[in-house]
């Protein structure tokens, strides 16, 4: 008797094994499935799916035995279900396939599953492009494990919690930096079983660093400037209440070229503007830096208008710097203009947010789904004919979305030229 192809569960379980024994990034940070199905428009487009996530409140420590009430204030974030990633394939060497051991060793699904991995991996890398902290020199491979610890140092200086710190490596900063530790990782006897065990390096700083084969890049703008970029305008600071459902602002800059370009991710600092501890509000000895959230031209007259994070806060419970910047005071980026640059990164795992939530079942053809409990992704499987041209096809479909919800808990980090 001819074999039968197996059924879409069987298809949509084999899927998800593949899929999550893929996945590096997506196991790294704080993760949520939300109880919604989503719908698509006509164009293919995810509609109505979305979450409001909201960051802890933060208080100032009285001194005395005299009460000092604060106002409880929370930021909140919001969460859209906007990514829609699939493969589609038609019937090949999947014909006679009864079981999942079958398809799990099929180098067509294995190939399959691993495009789709990529693709989360690689938009929750993107998010770190909104991390305002940046150590080591733009450019500059991470060489040793002495560069590394640039990373968790800073992360400390922030009062960044000191547990569930992960970091993500491009290949040639991590094995560059790796060497001996890998060798001896490798002397242990153990076995890799998926992606993020392949990837792991032993802990350094209380941080676990990974090899990530999606790491971000940035391209930074022209920036091109009659002199430096300088802060146009006094009293450009913010209080926490006006920004806590976005945590950002807008920052006028002017001296730069008619036409200059600087990119989303850019990193600046400015003078005079120091970073703060955020709990002792201690002034710290090196500059605050603020991200770049979105791309930005400046004028005829070389003026623009930056939208950042974090957002300048001289006071209070959240306040991040020493002062408000002076009018005219220079602006100072990371990096040379025109110039691109792997982004690696080190972050508290709850600074990067994976929502996941199931697709609508379609109203043809075989389909099933397959979820994760551990990252709550899942996976659609869908199969469908086309009596019309004698055709077959596989659908593997999964839709989520990814935020940085507090830019504060990161840093990206470069090495240091020798």
């Known amino acids: 008797m001819a074999n039968e192809l197996a059924s879409a569960k069987v298809f949509a379980n084999a899927g998800l094994l593949l899929l999550k024994n893929s996945l590096v990034l997506a196991k790294l940070c704080d993760s949520e499935a939300i109880d919604k199905v989503i719908k698509t428009d006509k164009g293919g487009a995810p509609t109505g799916g979305k979450v409001n996530v909201k960051r802890p409140p933060e208080f100032i420590v009285r001194d005395g035995a005299v009460a000092n009430p604060q106002p409880v204030l929370q930021g909140e974030v919001e969460v859209a279900i906007d990514k829609y990633k699939g493969v589609d394939v038609e019937f090949t060497s999947w014909e006679e396939t009864l ?115 999606t790491v971000a890049s940035l391209t930074t703008g022209t920036r091109a400037s009659t002199g430096a970029a300088l802060i146009a305008g006094a009293g450009q600071d913010v209080e926490f209440v006006d920004v806590r459902k976005n945590y950002q602002q807008e920052l006028n800059l002017d001296g730069l070229a008619a036409g200059a370009t600087v990119k989303r991710g850019e990193v600046f600092s400015i003078a005079g503007v120091y970073a703060v501890n955020p709990r002792t509000k201690q002034v710290l000895p090196f500059l605050a830096q603020f991200a770049v959230l979105a791309d930005a031209v400046a004028d005829g007259a070389g003026a623009i208008t930056l ?112």
Request: aromatic fraction near 8%.
């Open 99 to 213: 079981d999942v051991d079958s398809l799990t060793k099929s180098q067509t699904m294995k190939s399959a599953m691993s495009q789709i991995a990529s693709e989360i991996d690689s938009n929750l890398n993107g998010e770190v492009l909104e991390f305002p902290s940046w150590v080591g020199t733009p450019g500059e491979l991470i060489k040793d494990p002495a560069q590394f610890f640039a990373a968790p140092e800073r992360l400390d200086e922030l009062a960044i919690p000191m547990e569930d710190r992960v970091a993500i490596l491009s290949p040639p900063d991590g094995y560059k930096m790796a060497g001996h530790l890998l060798a001896n990782a490798a002397q242990q006897g153990s076995i890799a079983k998926n992606a993020l065990e392949k990837a792991e390096i032993p802990i350094l700083g209380n941080t676990k660093p990974y090899i990530g084969q």
């Open 307 to 418: 939208t950042i994070a974090s957002p300048i806060i001289v006071s209070g419970a959240y306040q991040n710097v020493s002062a408000a910047p002076a009018d005219n005071a220079a602006v100072s980026f990371m990096g040379a203009p025109s110039t691109t640059y792997r982004q690696n990164s080190a972050f508290h795992k709850s600074s990067l947010k994976l929502v996941t939530a199931k697709l609508m079942r379609p109203y043809s053809g075989e389909c099933e789904f397959a979820t994760d409990p551990e990252t709550g992704l899942t996976i659609r499987y869908w199969r469908t004919s086309d009596g019309t041209n004698d055709t077959h096809l596989h659908r593997f479909d999964v839709v989520f979305g990814v935020k940085n919800l507090d830019p504060r808990l990161g840093t990206r980090i470069s090495g240091l030229a020798a």
